[in-house]
């Protein structure tokens, strides 16, 4: 279940190039650079910019770092239920857990209300490069062009707004190179309408994760309302008849979320190097922290669970990733691409002034990151982020109390009022936090803090105020207010006054360190990042002269469009075809003697004779998708839903630095499957009738 | 189960001073400097010559990491079965799990011989602190006086095994303040007799170890042997008739693994802030490792799980330490002890003069371990351990063949003849390999090396050989032919000329790491352990004369004597009193919803009815323990056996740098319920019969 969009910020901050040559079914499209010749001249199909308008404004990007797709006409969302698990999870209790249950509303009056999901629809696209290019004038530093940038992108998302209403962000693509406006229709009011248990879901577990032939069921639907009724959608995918085949052409309309596809070498290296390690630390640490709190009893098990298995897929990422990296042979075809791009830069005297200096540009901002890393690190990132809910609540309060007394382009990114209604949505949700969680997740912080910075640093001093980082934890947690909404309200309307009047202890916590969290950022800002940019706008420029303008960019968790086709592999000697089926879901629990993660739920086991066992379950294609993914439809050329993508196999893990199609692929739940367990094992005939209700003829599970 | 000895090389070499003054329970006791007006004082109990001779003649050690006792004439070895898991899992395939299901031997031709367990019992301590201090003289620099030593210890195990043929260990005490010889029975044929299932052993795992109330049967039983009949011993302990009370004082002689008790404050700082972080990376990263490696399949599950819980309990372990570190008010203590004793040797001329620098020399010994530490991490420590036991095996087969040549005083302390017969039996251990246990540990440890040193290490480049981690791990376990034990002796037996000639995958990888591991360790000693040795012996002369004579030392894996009482204690405002019960273990089962690691074995299911519920289970005492003393018998005023030492609790985790008894307790198997479990549970009543045969009338489980 690796393409929901939950990395470290660290790992999300890099972003870079797209290849400079593209083969295969490779690329992560724009929607408005779409792959029209490739995909014309490698399956003689024609994408005509409606169907291309059709599929943009049927795709949907959720707020808990997943993709998804409107199915019905009255707004029900088709999404991975490890997208939609952490909603499923703040809508369970110690008495009612969906995520062991699963959960179906038979009618729209049993619906769930999400206490702080957003759902958006990218409805537009407006190429801005040239404002933004041209509010940094050549006489300015590196760093004031940077923020001169950065002020005139929250200049235009304003100005949008206003004009609109819609939600706008300026996306930076290939690192620098461009910058597209895009405008979202945003909804708030998202209603859980069904998902599976867990246990079918994610079934395998951390086992079967990345891997293949896999059985999970990872879907969940939800509803969009708007003004307290269903949405009313022009745009829906339909439902395929008959599914896919194996050869077919098949298409992704999702938000994959970061790559690092033409990283120069020596940013990679600095990832392999620096970064890497650093990542891979944390990751084992909360791994751990994770396993041996909900060890300690059944309510931990349900509380940290989500966080647990997202930190797993997490870690199953990485490392695979990371073994890429430490793959001789893997960086040896890097240094050849980056070797030949350079050497036409070099023999053109006016690119070499302009572009060649770009590489060393950037080498020297990696050099000056890893002199700050490990400090970032220690104290959360650039948001104070060192542990727990009520750690971000009270830093968004004390924050916005500053910036918001600045005019909107000078305040920092995330306080911009463009953003506002999304901030609100989270700093006011109403889902449980659970004290006894915040207190094991602020310690496991100020302790990794400790042990990052040395227990005599002054700021760790300052942080634990004499106490040990348990103590300290359980005095901020218990004694702060902020668990309750309301008092989180009082002190974001009270504004500044009211933040400098509270006593409040998590807002003294982290008064007593902002100065030198946003100084940490700032420093990143104008020494790394501006630096970076620079030089990556310089590479960019490059690759585009030298290898034309028929590219993508890497992944920013905006809408892409990928092609590929249903097809197995070869995975050591073994022939690896494309479909499982349900009966193969039974076998693999048989085999791993039903224990957990291969436990078949109570519900499946009654259902079983009803089964067609040859439904077509999960299946591979070529498509390029990455973590973000998760949820995005599999659709035909008619543009109806074949399928859910839901994963990568684990050949496609150094994907996120190169793609290839040879044993990487994406994996996805079958429509079949999905209505077939609908009909028979959930009693929700219902939905699946809404969602087929635009096939030609009933849907015959198993039949081609 | 924290008490087996299965930390980090780098954590045992770390080893120091005892506490200056002794108050309440403390102490980890040499037998040839017994606590004795302490226990008359404190209880009106004397200990006699004979009571500890007895005591310490019915103790012993085993290879594998923990400590033990014979409890009948005829051999019998009780122990833990954490302590005793490593060989039943060796011992199992499979087709038979005996971890799963547990063993017991009816007859002594059941008994399964172990394939690399060794037992040694403590006979005789002479104290040689002059010979090993003299042989450094005064104009020595501090390496060539360490290297004098050095030698000096491995001259007098020479010595005493050609004149006993005993196995004699030259023991650094009071880290250099004394030298004491142990010399030791040895015995390698040992056969398992009885082990109950894990489940049982382990209820609760790692969620309840280190906690308390506790519900575990953590017991196993070997026998010795001597050419192939049961060993015929004079000293054992005989079994209590009635057990212990709350209040009773009890004894506990074991072999505490290490402490670091009156380490310096700066290199406690150094430990906080250098060491432990980088011993939790490996163990996180240990961790998560063993525990996807187990997910993969059952067969993994079963290969790997012991090393998965014995890196379980370490974390833990570590992690409660760390916990202790990292709290200001502990490190205030210890300035406080320190500045008192700097003042009293500052205050008088002579003491300043010879002793004065014991402390700075001891920082900068540390400041250098510190520059050389990751580098020594990453390439496995001074055993260049990078992950499986192919690789060690090959690392003996090669270091033997060139120590063999030297004279034995300059051999690497662990290749010395009276070393020779423990080492073979490792070496040529019939015990299964499992390659792609294999394969995943050395992938592991080379990610690792390059994780730590960078990619582009000269030594990371040549481990590698142009490969990556993983095909190169593969390349050298699916070469290699040491994985047959009639090889291994080949090679041995061939001395130089045969490694020489050698193309073995494995050892031609091991000797092109060899010289620069070699090299770390050299530099580690002379610089490192000889400054820090010296400052030492000078810190624990100054301790000695200023806080008098009657001080144990930190432990040392050697046989200690510690004393205490039964006792319970107060916990976040609540009574904990010492005993637990059988009517206990079902009540935590049923709250934990009978799920793993809470389910109740079948034959205790079976066997519910028919067992007394009152049945004291565990217990808790005072007595002062640590890692190592895993599988020590607790015994009362007579000599008899109470209980089975297997854990201490969360408190106890700090003892490892100071000793408290407000909330510290030892956690111990009741006498009676071994009893209780082997008649009832096991059908094991022949074997009741015979350590009880020294009761005066039957054992009734649960009376008093």
């Given at each position: ?302 509380i940290a669970e989500g966080d647990f298995f997202s930190m797993q897929n997490t870690r199953k990422n990485f490392s695979g990733r990371f073994a890429g990296l430490q793959d001789p042979a893997f960086l040896a075809r890097k240094v050849a691409a980056e070797t030949k791009l350079r ?362």
């Amino acid at each position: 279940m690796k393409q929901i969009l939950k990395y470290s910020a660290a790992a999300l901050a890099l972003l870079c190039l797209a290849v400079p040559s593209v083969t295969a079914d490779e690329g992560m499209w724009l929607f408005n650079r779409p792959p029209t010749k490739q995909i014309k001249a490698r399956y003689g199909f024609d994408i005509t910019p409606q169907w291309l308008e059709h599929v943009q404004k049927s795709s949907v990007r959720l707020s808990s770092g997943g993709s998804g797709s409107l199915v019905s006409p009255n707004g029900l969302v088709m999404t991975n239920h490890h997208v939609g698990s952490d909603m499923i999870e703040k809508l369970s209790t110690a008495e009612r857990d969906l995520l062991k249950s699963g959960f179906y509303a038979k009618t729209n009056a049993d619906e769930l209300k999400c206490p702080d999901l957003e759902i958006v629809i990218l409805w537009e696209i407006i190429d801005v490069t040239d404002r933004v290019k041209n509010a940094a004038t050549a006489e300015m530093s590196s760093s004031d062009a940077n923020t001169a940038r950065r002020k005139m992108m929250t200049t235009i998302e304003q100005e949008s707004k206003e004009q609109t209403a819609m939600r706008s962000d300026v996306v930076t693509l290939w690192q620098g190179g461009r910058y597209h406006q895009y405008r979202y229709k945003s909804y708030t009011d998202v209603r859980l309408v069904m998902a599976p248990e867990k246990g079918i879901a994610f079934f395998g577990g951390d086992a079967d994760n990345f891997e293949y032939p896999r059985y999970d069921l990872d879907m969940c639907f939800f509803r969009i309302y708007e003004n307290d009724a269903p949405l009313k959608n022009e745009h829906y995918l339909k439902w395929s008849r008959n599914g896919c085949a194996d050869g077919d052409l098949v298409f992704v309309a999702g938000h994959p979320g970061s790559t690092q596809r033409l990283n120069t070498v020596d940013h990679i290296k600095f990832m392999r190097d620096v970064q890497y390690p650093l990542s891979m630390r944390t990751i084992w640490r909360r791994e751990v922290q994770l396993a041996t709190f909900m060890g300690r009893s059944e309510e931990n098990r349900r509380i940290a669970e989500g966080d647990f298995f997202s930190m797993q897929n997490t870690r199953k990422n990485f490392s695979g990733r990371f073994a890429g990296l430490q793959d001789p042979a893997f960086l040896a075809r890097k240094v050849a691409a980056e070797t030949k791009l350079r050497a036409a830069v070099d023999a053109n005297p006016e690119w070499k002034a302009k572009w060649g200096d770009g590489w060393s540009q950037i080498a020297n901002a990696k050099k000056l990151h890893g002199e700050m890393l490990v400090r970032f690190a220690a104290m959360g990132g650039s948001g104070l982020s060192l542990g727990g809910q009520l750690i971000t609540k009270a830093r968004d309060l004390v924050r916005n109390a500053d910036e918001a007394l600045k005019p909107n382009a000078d305040r920092l990114r995330e306080y911009r009022e463009t953003a506002r209604s999304s901030f609100e949505l989270g700093l006011f949700s109403p889902a449980p936090i659970h004290p006894e969680f915040e207190i094991e997740n602020l310690t496991a912080g100020l302790q990794n803090m400790g042990e990052l910075l040395g227990c005599e640093d002054p700021v760790y001093l300052k942080a634990l105020d004499g106490k040990s980082p348990r103590a300290r934890a359980e005095e901020l947690v218990l004694g702060t207010k902020l668990i309750d909404v309301a008092e989180r309200k009082r002190l974001y309307e009270g504004g500044k006054a009211a933040i400098d009047a509270s006593r409040d202890p998590m807002i003294l916590f982290i008064k007593s360190l902002d100065a030198e969290s946003r100084a940490s950022r700032k420093r990143y800002e104008d020494e790394v990042d501006a630096q970076e940019r620079e030089g990556y706008a310089k590479v960019a420029a490059a690759n585009f002269e030298v290898n034309g303008e028929d590219q993508y960019p890497d992944a920013t968790f905006t809408l892409r469009l990928s092609y590929g086709q249903v097809k197995g592999y070869v995975e050591n000697g073994k022939d690896i075809p494309p479909f499982t089926n349900f009966a193969g879901l039974f076998k693999r629990s048989e085999e791993r003697e039903g224990k957990y993660p291969f436990e078949i739920p109570a519900k499946w086991q009654a259902a079983r004779e009803k089964l067609n066992p040859n439904t077509p379950f999960n299946f591979v294609s070529t498509n390029d998708i990455i973590g973000g993914n998760s949820g995005s439809p599999v659709i035909d050329k008619q543009g109806e839903v074949v399928g859910l993508i839901f994963d990568g196999n684990i050949s496609s893990l150094v994907g996120n630095f190169g793609y290839e199609d040879v044993t990487s692929r994406a994996v996805s739940v079958d429509s079949r499957s999905m209505i077939e367990a609908m009909r028979k094992v959930y009693d929700a005939g219902t939905l699946a009738d809404e969602i087929t209700g635009s096939s030609r003829k009933p849907i015959e599970a198993g039949s081609r």
